[in-house]
């Protein structure tokens, strides 16, 4: 039950941070948000439930299928580890967001799906984190596997939903130090994130032995 809550824990972390990290379909959140009303900015909320599903499937399938490759999967486990590395730098650099708008027709749904669709983060993030954290969590059983898949898309969508609500309120919410820190924070926390994904892929390698 413990393993269970750490991939939750884990989702709802990396969840958080896809969700209120900047990128393309945070941007286009706020910029529909901003140019119409909060609900066009929700729809656009929602894209990731409409575009991740073959993208986790098909990731999840061929790594299944490399399962007993070790070196591959331990390259796996470093690129995972770069990636992590690279969103907490981003993370724990963050300093605010500046959104410029225009007034144009609202298509959020069609808008965000596209965006999602042909943003590489979301590929990227399932091929070298989500789908091998979901593999190691179904070796445990199908309860860490599930919590870790429902606390991401939970607090995916859930903090970009927020985000919406917070920006038409007002849109100096970008700016404030609560979202700042917080975006740094989980930078922190991704780099941690990092430092185990290196360990799994140097145990994969057999650099390392695995601890008892």
Do not use: C
């Not at 393309?24 to 140019?35: D, R």
């Not at 999840?60 to 399962?67: D, P």
């Not at 399932?126 to 593999?135: D, E, M, R, Y």
């Not at 429902?150 to 919410?173: C, I, N, T």
Request: aromatic content about 14%; cysteine-free; glycine content about 10%.
């Amino acid at each position: 039950m413990a393993l269970g809550f750490s991939f939750l824990f884990s989702g709802v972390v990396f969840g958080l941070s896809a969700g209120l990290s900047p990128g393309p379909l945070l941007t286009l959140v706020i910029s529909e948000t901003l140019k119409h009303d909060v609900k066009e900015g929700i729809k656009v909320s929602i894209a990731p439930v409409l575009t991740d599903f073959p993208i986790v499937i098909f990731t999840i399938l061929v790594l299944s299928r490399l399962s007993n490759m070790l070196a591959l999967l331990g390259v796996v486990s470093l690129l995972g580890s770069a990636f992590l590395v690279y969103l907490g730098y981003e993370g724990i650099s963050f300093k605010g967001v500046d959104i410029e708008v225009a007034q144009t027709k609202p298509q959020s749904i069609r808008k965000g799906v596209i965006a999602n669709f042909l943003n590489p983060a979301p590929y990227l993030f399932w091929f070298t984190i989500g789908a091998p954290l979901v593999l190691k969590a179904f070796h445990i059983g199908i309860f860490p596997a599930s919590a870790f898949i429902l606390g991401f898309y939970v607090f995916l969508v859930g903090s970009k939903v927020l985000v919406a609500v917070v920006v038409g309120k007002s849109r100096f919410f970008l700016k404030s130090r609560n979202y700042i820190y917080t975006i740094r924070l989980l930078g922190i926390i991704l780099l941690v994130f990092a430092v185990l994904f290196a360990k799994d892929g140097l145990e994969l390698f057999g650099i390392i032995g695995k601890a008892i």
